[in-house]
């Protein structure tokens, strides 16, 4: 239970002075200044226009400095930083704050720790494909440690956009394309950032992102509008953020998008009578970079005036970066445009924030001492390799050409071989990419027999001195993540082409994939022997790409989002409703002309090196919900790992409903031959949904209960809830 800090708060808050007040609501990150004649942020698109060259960039980079904006610190017009993650930079900006100003109120530091701070982990939609809240938890407690010892107090993660479009290159960000599951990822993460005291070193506040829909973004297209009914949004898409809010975390990021014409930063709507009326939250609400500001691009507010106005009475505590509060929120109360009330409630959950980080007791939480004991310890290099296999997908095994034997002789193709540095994935900030291994450095360290060529050079002499031949294609990591949507998404023309030559040798061909989002790729799955799904998986890549492919680990990922045939089926989910004419063979059904019906590999998806049956499925009403029984068995020569699923469909209701969802998932270890039992709940409440008129309905009727491997491999039963 957190501790009341209310009085205390309002003490303080009453010796402020208003521009003190506002100064609490800013935060900023270090600007850079140099030799050069544009702002930082002009000379980033320049370069990513094409009007100067990286080398050009980087040669201007080399006169840059931080400006941290000192004086304004002083003068109390700073609350908060972004983006500082040493110790050194962070006790000495926060020395300024707790001894130079009026009232010395600490800062708060916030950081982009997506998925690991100096140990990088899998990236998130790599991650989620383990299916393992305990795993999910531990990642997050390494992060958290490391990221503290750096001064950090507060993450910008977890993502729990529900992303069901494989264009949009955030979906790497959180845990693909359906709501239970983002739901047990946020939570899980919320739990390992903050762990059981908010106020000890070792924690740092969670900020659940982005409030709301931003997943949901027409044509996958980043920054784009979100707009849909009331319904889907209640049914689809809040219930990760609750999730996060019951699960306890403490800040809140509004989307960038709009919601059915209103964005997200200046909507009262989710901000106050959702999150704080309805979920009771009473944390901390900071916009994305700039966002407030963007109003004004949006359409919805004449200038950063109105929209400071705007952000501040729906609800938005914090700007971050846009200086839009600092530099118009005096004169706004002032007017009377903005009652000083509102105001206050603002500073007070700036100030609840940080009493609750124990930063008025401890302002220097670490110490550059500590930050070296702390970063990249062997435990938590070892979480990270189990965290990289256990996000490993084989997507395909012809012929049982996986695992390879110890003494094969391998060809490795692709530059994704060799190039440690992008394993780390997108959002991994606080990565020196020294600290991965690559592919290639893992085939060394074993003294495993390979040849190496990058583009297919010596094709033909490396082909006839291998058994198999690896080719490691997908993309590279800033072709994914934020800004990073892309309208086709199938293999590179050169990968492609690579994967071809070394088909033509008519050796078995193992294709590895690093990417950030699902990849149409019909014709790799035509041709190869073997698919590994690898994803981005962070420091110990290599590692865990050979551990799988030489079955020392038996792959146990399993998607967590479709993999469609062909970019125009975008968006293509497992939870889609019917249509009158659903998709079939006959002509007059919904579907594309020149696209399977069916995706290329489905939901929940993934082999192992056994195999699994399912059998005696059973079902009983409890007094809250169902209990879920079946018997796994493993059919195999191998113990394996066996994510157990479990989908409902309701056949009919008084709104059309999905042709499953998932409800409940648990795993279960088995030896060759074993079998075991493994139990499921699903609560009566999660089978209810929204009526026409947005009341609540529970379901009582004939519900279809399916349990398998995946979404499509099942066993199903009947039961009528009444």
């Avoid at 750096?150 to 845990?175: C, N, Q, Y």
């Avoid at 998806?605 to 056994?610: I, K």
Wanted: one cysteine or more; a negative charge.
């Amino acid at each position: 239970m957190r501790k009341n800090y209310e009085k205390q708060i309002r003490e303080l808050r009453e010796k402020m002075t208003l521009e003190e007040k506002i100064g609490q609501l800013q935060q900023c990150g270090p600007s850079l200044v140099g030799a050069f004649e544009v702002s930082f942020e002009e000379l980033l698109d320049m370069m990513f226009d094409g009007r100067i060259s990286q080398e050009e960039f980087d040669k201007l980079m080399g006169t840059a400095e931080q400006d941290y904006r000192e004086e304004e610190l002083r003068a109390g017009k700073i609350g908060s930083y972004n983006g500082i993650g040493d110790a050194a930079t962070v006790n000495r900006l926060q020395k300024i704050a707790v001894e130079e100003t009026r009232l010395g109120i600490p800062l708060l530091f916030g950081y982009d720790v997506i998925h690991g701070f100096r140990t990088v982990t899998p990236i998130p939609l790599a991650e989620s494909c383990a299916w393992d809240p305990v795993l999910w938890e531990k990642t997050a407690r390494v992060a958290a440690e490391e990221a503290t010892a750096g001064g950090v107090h507060l993450t910008f993660a977890p993502m729990v956009d529900v992303a069901k479009d494989a264009r949009w290159g955030r979906i790497s960000e959180g845990a693909g394309e359906d709501v239970l599951l983002n739901s047990a990822y946020g939570a899980s993460k919320v739990k390992g950032f903050q762990g059981e005291d908010l106020a000890k070193e070792d924690s740092m506040a969670a900020c659940l992102k982005h409030f709301a829909a931003y997943g949901a973004i027409e044509a996958g297209r980043d920054y784009n509008r979100v707009d849909m009914s009331m319904q889907r949004l209640w049914e689809e898409y809040l219930p990760p953020y609750k999730a996060c809010v019951d699960a306890g975390a403490r800040a809140v990021m509004p989307a960038f998008n709009d919601i059915n014409g209103v964005p997200c930063t200046v909507n009262a709507r989710l901000l106050r009578d959702i999150l704080r009326k309805k979920w009771g939250f009473d944390g901390l609400v900071i916009s994305d970079s700039n966002a407030i500001a963007e109003c004004v691009s949006h359409g919805i507010a004449e200038d950063k005036k109105d929209a400071s106005r705007q952000a501040i009475l729906a609800g938005t505590d914090m700007d971050m970066s846009s200086d839009s509060y600092i530099e118009h929120l005096k004169e706004l109360i002032e007017s009377g445009e903005v009652a000083e009330s509102v105001l206050d409630e603002a500073v007070d959950d700036v100030l609840r924030l940080k009493f609750e980080l124990g930063l008025f007791e401890q302002p220097y939480q670490t110490d550059e001492a500590r930050e070296r004991r702390t970063m990249l310890k062997p435990e938590y290099r070892a979480l990270a390799l189990e965290a990289a296999e256990k996000s490993i997908v084989l997507l395909k095994n012809e012929n049982h050409t996986l695992p390879l034997k110890p003494e094969t002789r391998v060809g490795l193709f692709g530059t994704l071989a060799a190039d440690k540095g992008q394993m780390t994935g997108a959002w991994a900030i606080g990565a020196d990419p020294e600290d991965c291994v690559s592919i290639a450095e893992a085939l060394e360290a074993k003294g495993i027999s390979y040849q190496y060529s990058a583009d297919g050079a010596d094709l033909e002499k490396i082909a006839s001195e291998s058994d198999v031949l690896i080719a490691v294609v997908g993309e590279s990591k800033e072709e994914s993540g934020e800004a990073a949507s892309r309208a086709g998404i199938t293999l590179h023309p050169e990968h492609l082409a690579l994967v071809r030559k070394l088909n033509a040798t008519g050796k078995p061909v193992v294709a590895v994939l690093f990417n950030g989002r699902p990849l149409a790729i019909p014709e790799l799955d035509q041709t190869a022997s073997a698919i590994v799904e690898a994803w981005h998986l962070g420091a110990e890549a290599g590692p865990a790409v050979r551990n799988v492919l030489f079955g020392d680990v038996n792959p146990s990922g399993r998607l967590t989002t479709t993999f469609p045939a062909a970019a125009g089926q975008c968006p293509m989910y497992y939870a889609h409703m019917n249509t009158g004419r659903p998709g079939g063979k006959s002509k007059f059904t919904s579907k594309y002309l020149d696209a399977p019906v069916e995706p290329l590999y489905s939901f929940g998806y993934g082999l192992s090196y056994t195999a699994y049956a399912y059998e005696e499925l059973k079902i009983e009403k409890a007094e809250n919900g169902l209990r879920v029984r079946v018997t796994v068995r493993n059919t195999g020569d191998r113990s394996g790992e066996e994510t157990v699923q479990c989908y409902v469909q309701v056949p009919c209701a008084g709104r059309v409903r999905p042709v499953r969802e998932l409800k409940a998932f648990t795993k279960i270890t088995l030896e060759p031959g074993e079998a075991g039992q493994a139990a499921l709940e699903i609560a009566y409440d999660s089978l209810g949904y929204y009526d026409r008129e947005m009341n609540w309905t529970p379901y009582e009727g004939k519900l279809k209960v399916y349990v398998g491997g995946n979404v499509k491999d099942t066993i199903v039963e009947e039961i009528h809830l009444l």
